[in-house]
């Protein structure tokens, strides 16, 4: 019962604090750019009679920023739901970010039934941040990451022959994909004793 009170607690707490960044980037990028753009259309059509050359001008910059806007909302739309999911799929989007990842990569997937959007999503941010650890903080040679599908649970692990020494408290990455996945009424376990391995599991229910 606490645990269950915690977990909706801490799934509410994930979910304000995903919100608050949606918010953020809305307004400190998007929302930012097309006050600009408002700006600079007003400040054109006041020159567009007596100084058309100068309202071209002004035109441009307005252009400029809202291609800046649009920018700006496709990052943060991405941030929401890669579309790389949408366009290939679990499986292809982890390959796309095994093999871009400095660190050499095996993976292995093995997911025949598609999960919800939400819960893809929040596997391949695991790999994302997991893989991003290995290469700036493990010093490994090696990492494989494994997927599998198995009696309505998503199951993902990141294992690489690192130094470990991996610790939550020391950064928002590891506590970020821990307060996702409890958000999904998931589980996140972690170890990496010094000297290594550093492994994570995580398991999510597929909700489909
Ligand atoms: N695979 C790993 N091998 C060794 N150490 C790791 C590994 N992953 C994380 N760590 C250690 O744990 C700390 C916390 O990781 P975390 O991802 O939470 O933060 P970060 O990567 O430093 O910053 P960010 O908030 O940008 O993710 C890291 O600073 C690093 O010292
Ligand atoms: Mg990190």
Redesign the pocket.
């Known amino acids: 019962m606490a645990e269950l009170t915690a977990t909706r607690a801490a799934a509410l707490d994930a979910h304000a604090v995903e919100l608050r960044r949606i918010e953020r980037s809305l307004h400190d990028g998007t929302q930012n750019r097309l006050v600009a753009v408002n700006v600079l259309l007003g400040a054109a059509r006041r020159a567009v009679r007596r100084n058309p050359d100068r309202a071209d001008e002004i035109l441009g910059q307005a252009q400029d920023a809202a291609e800046q806007a649009l920018g700006e909302l496709r990052t943060v739309v991405r941030g929401i739901l890669p579309p790389v999911l949408d366009d290939r799929g679990l499986a292809g989007a982890l390959t796309g970010l095994a093999s871009s990842c400095a660190v050499p990569c095996r993976l292995e997937v093995d997911v025949a039934v598609r999960c919800a959007a939400s819960v893809e999503a929040t596997a391949y941010f695991v790999v994302a941040?997991?893989l991003?650890?290995?290469v700036?903080?493990?010093?490994?040679s090696q990492?494989d990451v494994a997927v599998r599908r198995e009696r309505g649970r998503l199951l993902v692990s990141?294992e690489?022959d690192?130094?470990?020494?991996?610790?939550?408290?020391?950064?928002?990455?590891?506590?970020?994909?821990r307060r996702r996945v409890e958000a999904y009424d998931g589980r996140m376990t972690l170890t990496?004793p010094p000297g290594?391995p550093?492994r994570?599991d995580v398991e999510l229910p597929c909700g489909s």
């Not at 700036?136 to 490994?140: I, K, L, V």
């Open positions: 941040e997991a991003t650890n290995v700036r903080h493990s010093g490994a990492v990141i690489d690192g130094h470990g020494g991996a610790n939550e408290t020391r950064g928002s990455g590891l506590t970020g994909i990496s290594g550093t994570m």
